[in-house]
C-alpha cells in the first residue's frame, strides 16, 4: 500500500498553519499590532470624552418645551437627567409615573427638587394636586430655570397637567391650546378632556352657574 504523501504547495501559495499547527510568526506579529492599535485609539477616544474634546450627543427625553420654564415629556434617563439641567436649566422634576428611588438619587445629585404626583393615565390632577404643582412651579422656576413633568409615555397625563397649569395662571384656552400640538392634544382621554372643560368653567367668572359636582367648584387663580 503506498503511503500517502502531504500535498504540495505552490510557490504563490502558503498554507494558513504553520507546521506545528500555529498561524506564521507575520500573521500572529501583523493581528497583534493590530490588536493593540485599536486598544490604544479606543482608550483615546475615551480620555477625549472624558475630557471634553469630543462630545457624546444624546436624543434626550422625548418631549417638548411647552413655554417658557415648563417642558413636558417621557421618563428620564440619567443622562437625560444631566442633559435637562445643562441645557434647559430644569431645576425641578414632577413624577406623575411609577417612582423611581434611582430617579431621584440622580435628580438629588443634580440639585434638582423632586416631586411625585402619581396620576393613572385617564387621571386629572385634583385641585389639591394644582395647588402643590403651582406652589412647586412657583419655587423652581424663578430666575429663569424650569421644571419636566412627565409620564409613562409623555402623553395624556403630562399634557392635561401642563394645560391645567398654565389655565391656573390665567391663561386663556385659545393660548393654552396654541402652546400644545395636535398630538399632545389628541392623547388625552375624554375624561381627562371634560376635567379641562371643568377646570375653564370654574375659573370663568363670567361664565355659566357651575354644577355642583364640578370638582373645581372651589378653584381659583394661582400663578406661577
Given at each position: 500500500m503506498t503511503e500517502a504523501r502531504p500535498p504540495r504547495w505552490p510557490a504563490w501559495m502558503r498554507p494558513a498553519l504553520g507546521s506545528g499547527g500555529h498561524l506564521p510568526r507575520r500573521v500572529r506579529t501583523r493581528r497583534s499590532l493590530i490588536l493593540v492599535a485599536l486598544i490604544l485609539l479606543l482608550g483615546t477616544a475615551k480620555l477625549a470624552v472624558g475630557q471634553g474634546i469630543i462630545k457624546v450627543q444624546s436624543d434626550g427625553p422625548s418631549g417638548l418645551v411647552v413655554t417658557q420654564?415648563?417642558?413636558?415629556?417621557?421618563?428620564?434617563?440619567?443622562?437625560?437627567?444631566?442633559?435637562?439641567?445643562?441645557d434647559y436649566r430644569v431645576d425641578g422634576v414632577v413624577n406623575l409615573s411609577t417612582p423611581s428611588i434611582a430617579e431621584q438619587v440622580t435628580a438629588a445629585s443634580l440639585h434638582q427638587a423632586y416631586l411625585y404626583l402619581p396620576l393613572a393615565s385617564h387621571?386629572?390632577?385634583?385641585?389639591?394636586?394644582?395647588?402643590?404643582?403651582?406652589?412647586?412651579m412657583r419655587a423652581h422656576t424663578a430666575g429663569g430655570t424650569s421644571v419636566y413633568v412627565y409620564d409613562n409615555a409623555g402623553g395624556g397625563p403630562s399634557v392635561t397637567t401642563a394645560a391645567m397649569l398654565l389655565l391656573l395662571r390665567g391663561q386663556a384656552w385659545p393660548a393654552v391650546s396654541a402652546e400644545l400640538t395636535a398630538a399632545d392634544l389628541n392623547s388625552m382621554c375624554d375624561c381627562q378632556r371634560r376635567a379641562l372643560r371643568e377646570l375653564r368653567?370654574?375659573?370663568?367668572?363670567?361664565?355659566?352657574?357651575?354644577a355642583a359636582a364640578n370638582p373645581y367648584a372651589a378653584v381659583r387663580l394661582d400663578s406661577w
Amino acid at each position: 500500500m503506498t503511503e500517502a504523501r502531504p500535498p504540495r504547495w505552490p510557490a504563490w501559495m502558503r498554507p494558513a498553519l504553520g507546521s506545528g499547527g500555529h498561524l506564521p510568526r507575520r500573521v500572529r506579529t501583523r493581528r497583534s499590532l493590530i490588536l493593540v492599535a485599536l486598544i490604544l485609539l479606543l482608550g483615546t477616544a475615551k480620555l477625549a470624552v472624558g475630557q471634553g474634546i469630543i462630545k457624546v450627543q444624546s436624543d434626550g427625553p422625548s418631549g417638548l418645551v411647552v413655554t417658557q420654564g415648563l417642558l413636558i415629556g417621557t421618563p428620564p434617563t440619567d443622562e437625560d437627567l444631566i442633559e435637562l439641567a445643562a441645557d434647559y436649566r430644569v431645576d425641578g422634576v414632577v413624577n406623575l409615573s411609577t417612582p423611581s428611588i434611582a430617579e431621584q438619587v440622580t435628580a438629588a445629585s443634580l440639585h434638582q427638587a423632586y416631586l411625585y404626583l402619581p396620576l393613572a393615565s385617564h387621571a386629572s390632577p385634583t385641585w389639591p394636586d394644582l395647588r402643590e404643582l403651582a406652589a412647586f412651579m412657583r419655587a423652581h422656576t424663578a430666575g429663569g430655570t424650569s421644571v419636566y413633568v412627565y409620564d409613562n409615555a409623555g402623553g395624556g397625563p403630562s399634557v392635561t397637567t401642563a394645560a391645567m397649569l398654565l389655565l391656573l395662571r390665567g391663561q386663556a384656552w385659545p393660548a393654552v391650546s396654541a402652546e400644545l400640538t395636535a398630538a399632545d392634544l389628541n392623547s388625552m382621554c375624554d375624561c381627562q378632556r371634560r376635567a379641562l372643560r371643568e377646570l375653564r368653567s370654574a375659573l370663568d367668572p363670567a361664565g355659566p352657574a357651575l354644577a355642583a359636582a364640578n370638582p373645581y367648584a372651589a378653584v381659583r387663580l394661582d400663578s406661577w
